[in-house]
């Protein structure tokens, strides 16, 4: 599976941005509907860190406590296509966001070694 992540950029505090993280390709006898998909951020000097996620149908949604109230994740299987909708963004949300699949769906989506495969992340700069 290939994840292409897309979306990031310069933005100002408060502002929003929409990231997309497309799948292309699959482990035969896997379907993207079924995938956990899962969005993590790295900062510079720190840890990489789990933002949200979203499993197979019914399409249950987790977030980690920086981002609820304010990021939405969704997905749309008939375009293999997962996004992460960031509003009130705020300098402290700027890292490199990456998308990741676990093909089996079933999981920790918080944590790291649950996925299997990884895209190349996509910057988001949120200026005070």
């Known amino acids: 599976v290939q994840l292409q992540a897309s979306g990031g950029g310069l933005v100002q505090a408060g502002d929003s941005l929409r990231l997309s993280c497309v799948a292309s390709?699959?482990?035969?006898?896997?379907?993207?509907?079924?995938?956990?998909m899962g969005w993590f951020r790295h900062a510079p000097g720190k840890e990489r860190e789990f933002v949200a996620a979203?499993?197979?149908?019914?399409?249950?949604?987790y977030y980690a406590d920086s981002a609820k109230g304010r990021f939405t994740v969704s997905r749309d299987n008939a375009k293999n296509t997962v996004y992460l909708q960031m509003s009130n963004l705020k300098p402290e949300d700027t890292a490199d966001y990456y998308c990741a699949v676990d093909e089996s769906g079933v999981g920790s989506y918080s944590f790291d070694p649950s996925y299997d495969y990884w895209g190349q992340g996509t910057l988001v700069t949120v200026s005070s």
């Open positions: 390709g699959r482990t035969p006898g896997r379907t993207f509907s079924k995938y956990l």
């Open positions: 979203i499993r197979g149908s019914p399409g249950t949604t």
